[in-house]
């Protein structure tokens, strides 16, 4: 399968615990995104990098998250000090470029509980 | 980000046509129309976009209106798999730093039945 994969699939975790996820994007998409969705709603954007350096971060991404793209390659998102506000599915998209016509492909995503 | 105007949810037929709208009376001149979907327990995927003409390919139509101030999503023959949340998205050219993301609001529960 070429397409964008997440890991894990599903996290379940305690508050005041740290998580991280990985996403691998499809190999030559230098565009990659993170956005968040929670139930009933709608995906959210949180970030995003062209190769390995972050562009943008919405004012959803507190100082408690952090995303990074080594290399240009996979991404990982990482939480600090969980809450259960943090619960939601973690969504990772890449693309070809970021112009109109490129569409995005996401990945499975991260379901993340916050007990 | 220039927003989109959808129906919370719509309900189908089984191999009856479905046709989806979306208003966008803010849009600008250099916005493409995309629509995705989100299947259940899955991520979005991109289904189609326009910009003035009307667009097929084989998942579905775009039709879009003169004034572009709204857009219509075409499904011609609506199956059980077709049953998903469908976002119509506007993307520009240029928008500051905003550039690439996808604003999704919260789209229309298509409901497909057998």
């Known amino acids: 399968d070429t397409g964008v994969s997440q890991d894990p699939r599903h996290k379940i975790t305690k508050r005041g615990q740290n998580v991280t996820f990985r996403c691998d994007p499809i190999?030559?998409?230098?565009?990659l995104y993170w956005y968040r969705q929670t139930l009933g709603q709608g995906p959210e954007f949180l970030t995003y990098?062209?190769?390995?350096?972050?562009?943008?971060k919405s004012r959803l991404l507190s100082d408690r998250f952090s995303a990074e793209r080594p290399k240009g390659s996979f991404s990982t998102l990482e939480i600090q000090r969980t809450e259960q506000g943090d619960s939601a599915m973690y969504l990772c998209?890449?693309?070809?470029?970021?112009?109109?016509?490129?569409?995005?492909?996401f990945g499975p995503g991260t379901r993340l509980t916050v007990l | 980000d220039a927003k989109t105007t959808q129906p919370n949810s719509m309900e189908s037929n089984e191999e009856e046509p479905v046709h989806l709208p979306c208003n966008h009376s803010?849009?600008?001149?250099?916005?493409?129309i995309h629509w995705y979907r989100q299947l259940p327990s899955q991520g979005p995927e991109y289904v189609i976009h326009?910009?003035?003409s009307n667009v097929n390919n084989r998942m579905a139509s775009l039709a879009i209106a003169e004034d572009r101030k709204s857009s219509t999503l075409i499904l011609h023959r609506a199956t059980l798999r077709d049953a998903a949340v469908y976002y119509c998205?506007?993307?520009?050219?240029?928008?500051?730093?905003?550039?690439?993301?996808?604003?999704f609001g919260r789209g229309t529960q298509l409901t497909v039945w057998p």
């Open positions: 998209a890449s693309s070809l470029g970021a112009g109109e016509n490129n569409e995005q492909f």
């Open positions: 190999s030559e998409h230098n565009r």
């Open positions: 990098f062209q190769n390995e350096a972050q562009l943008e």
């Open positions: 803010t849009i600008s001149g250099t916005d493409y």
């Open positions: 326009g910009l003035t």
């Open positions: 998205i506007l993307r520009g050219s240029y928008r500051g730093s905003t550039l690439g993301r996808l604003y």
